[in-house]
């Protein structure tokens, strides 16, 4: 047991000091810190927003006042059914995150272990798990996500279930790469030979160590599934009416384009600013991590 | 190991990708919840009619057997028949397929040709205002739905200035002109994010091998920094990018269901997604296991283009 406290001692203390020296760099660059300071803004719009806009209000169907141009009242105007796009498109930034955030933690909670088992373990465990996952890569995801919604039935969260099951793969990658080489460092051998459990040492030591290029990947495929979410909303397989999803506003504005182009405008404004925001951060981090790798977006030419 | 050794083991390695992809196409289908026979007979259907519909179906079978069936038919080109149209599927997807293959090459072609030159300028001009503004115009292209980009099309050069279509196809085998016209728009929606990609990564590889030893050897040979970048340098610098080509192919193929929803292209996308609201099981596998394979045979031809490039794709042994 001294032992354990002892390299669990170490191993905190090397993780603290990683991470503090990464929140450190993260104020010198320019994209990570736009980037945080956008999904920052975004999140305290998702917690707010509900308190100063109600559900029902969005809703308020006026026809009266239909296809109503931005004006002081609407600032984003009004859509097909009079509803005021200002607060529908505030409303949709919670439903942005909550899907990107949602998938992505259903695709790292299966991704990371089973990259880091690969990666860990090696040999036919590796060669097993990894060829799965090259068998689900072999789709294009959306196509995925867009069979499993409509075959399970097309509401929002299976949309979530669906992208959380395609992004699997690509955790799995990013983990089993960072976990080979944390295997190959001296505080996990020491961890090895003072008898330590493998599962203790996948866990708590290989795992916590390949944390950073895994938040890296999060950050994009939060992009990603947000992007994706808004295209099976749009198909009509993802959030259904009246649900102020971007995607599902997108649709809408699709027959009225000449006559309301403000209901395309903003909810695409939204969509930007979001996906922006994780982009510009996933991007940023991995440029403080490895200044001197060619890498674009989620993509290194490894 | 040499080219035809690697292509070879690469092939083999396509093989069993393929068997687990038609293995994953059958079971997303067939053993996720719903009953296909309830699907097509709605809820009119009586306990009969479905039962009926059931055993002509083949449903009652295990589902191994019924797998079997349908792998044993597409081995021989036979893809079942379409619930919807009753037509072979092999026969709806060969019609649609030329329409989308000449809408995804387009869309590649675009965004090649433009984004290699905004790269190389962003990167001999590396922070200019070029350069900013070439970044700011390829994280706009990767921060917006390709559809949204498609009803911005649509609205402006479509409604607005009239110049091209906003939908429809035209088969360039009859009226090429035409043909172009049908297969811009939604060509630059689909190539959008695309460009912005190629575009940034073009941009980072070539600052990369602008600054390696190489190069200075070819300045002081005295070489024009123009033929230094051209013959040089961007021959190196094309590996990455054709890397991210290949990354994205999935995104292109994938984006082609929404784009040739919203433009009314009559390609294999839609052929898809019909058959998804129709419940359309044959039409379903055999249309989703045809875009698996599309999108594998071109990963596998970007695979092997990087090795015939870069020999030490080969040297490496494993991919």
């Known amino acids: ?302 | 190991m040499s080219l035809t050794r690697y292509a070879a083991r690469r092939l083999v390695f396509l093989v069993g990708t393929l068997f687990g992809a038609s293995v994953i196409t059958f079971a997303l289908v067939n053993v996720l919840p719903g009953d296909v026979a309830v699907m097509i007979l709605g809820t009119s259907g009586s306990q009969e009619q479905v039962e009926v519909l059931r055993q002509q179906l083949g449903l009652n079978q295990p589902v191994y057997i019924r797998y079997i069936d349908w792998i044993a038919g597409v081995l021989q080109g036979d893809l079942g028949r379409s619930l919807r149209f009753g037509d072979p599927v092999a026969t709806l997807i060969a019609q649609r397929f030329p329409a989308s293959a000449f809408l995804a090459f387009t869309a590649l072609t675009i965004a090649v040709i433009v984004a290699i030159p905004m790269g190389i300028v962003a990167a001999v001009e590396q922070n200019t205002w070029k350069d900013f503004l070439t970044s700011v115009a390829a994280f706009t292209g990767i921060s917006l739905p390709n559809f949204f980009w498609g009803m911005l099309l649509i609205l402006l050069i479509a409604r607005y200035a009239s110049l091209l279509p906003p939908s429809g196809y035209v088969s360039p085998t009859e009226d090429l002109a035409g043909a172009f016209a049908h297969v811009l728009l939604p060509a630059g929606a689909l190539g959008f994010s695309l460009m912005a990609h190629i575009t940034r990564m073009t941009r980072s590889s070539l600052i990369e091998e602008l600054r390696s030893g190489y190069i200075d050897l070819a300045r002081m040979k005295g070489l024009t920094s123009r033929r230094i970048v051209l013959r040089h340098a961007l021959r190196n610098a094309f590996l990455p990018v054709l890397t991210v080509i290949g990354f994205q192919l999935g995104f292109l193929f994938g984006g082609i269901i929404i784009i040739e929803q919203l433009f009314a292209y009559p390609g294999l996308g839609r052929l898809a997604f019909n058959a998804l609201l129709n419940r359309d099981a044959p039409l379903i596998q055999g249309s989703v296991l045809t875009i698996a394979v599309v999108f594998m045979t071109s990963n596998l031809v970007v695979d092997l283009l990087y090795a015939v490039i870069d020999p030490r794709v080969i040297a490496g042994g494993e991919g």
């Open chain 1, 1 to 302: 047991m001294a032992a354990e406290t002892g390299t669990a001692r170490f191993v905190d203390e090397y993780q603290r000091e990683r991470l503090y020296r990464l929140a450190r760099s993260i104020r010198h660059n320019t994209k990570a810190a736009v980037g945080l300071g956008l999904i920052i803004g975004l999140v305290v719009l998702a917690i707010f927003s509900p308190m100063l806009i109600s559900q029902e209000a969005a809703n308020q169907v006026d026809i009266q006042n239909r296809f109503a141009s931005p004006s002081a009242e609407h600032p984003f105007g009004t859509d097909n059914f009079g509803r005021d796009m200002f607060s529908r498109t505030l409303l949709g930034v919670r439903i942005s995150l909550y899907v990107g955030l949602s998938s992505v933690a259903i695709a790292s909670a299966f991704g990371v272990p089973l990259g880091g088992l690969a990666g860990y373990a090696g040999g036919a465990v590796d060669d097993a798990v990894m060829r799965t996952m090259d068998v689900l890569m072999s789709f294009p995801p959306i196509l995925v996500a867009m069979t499993i919604t409509a075959v399970i039935g097309p509401t929002l969260n299976n949309a979530i279930l669906a992208l959380g099951l395609v992004y699997i793969p690509y955790f799995a990658r990013v983990t089993r790469s960072e976990a080979i080489s944390v295997s190959q460092e001296e505080f996990v051998e020491a961890a090895r030979a003072l008898g330590e459990r493998d599962s203790y040492v996948l866990f708590r030591e290989v795992l916590p160590n390949a944390a950073a290029p895994i938040i890296v990947q999060a950050s994009i495929s939060i992009s990603f599934a947000i992007l994706a979410a808004a295209g099976l909303s749009f198909l009509g397989l993802g959030a259904q009416p009246p649900t102020p999803s971007w995607g599902l506003m997108l649709q809408q504005a699709k027959q009225y384009l000449t006559q309301a182009p403000w209901m395309a405008i903003f909810p695409g404004l939204g969509i930007a600013v979001t996906v922006l925001g994780f982009n510009l951060f996933g991007d940023g981090i991995r440029d403080i991590l490895d200044p001197d790798a060619s890498t674009e977006f989620g993509v290194t030419d490894e």
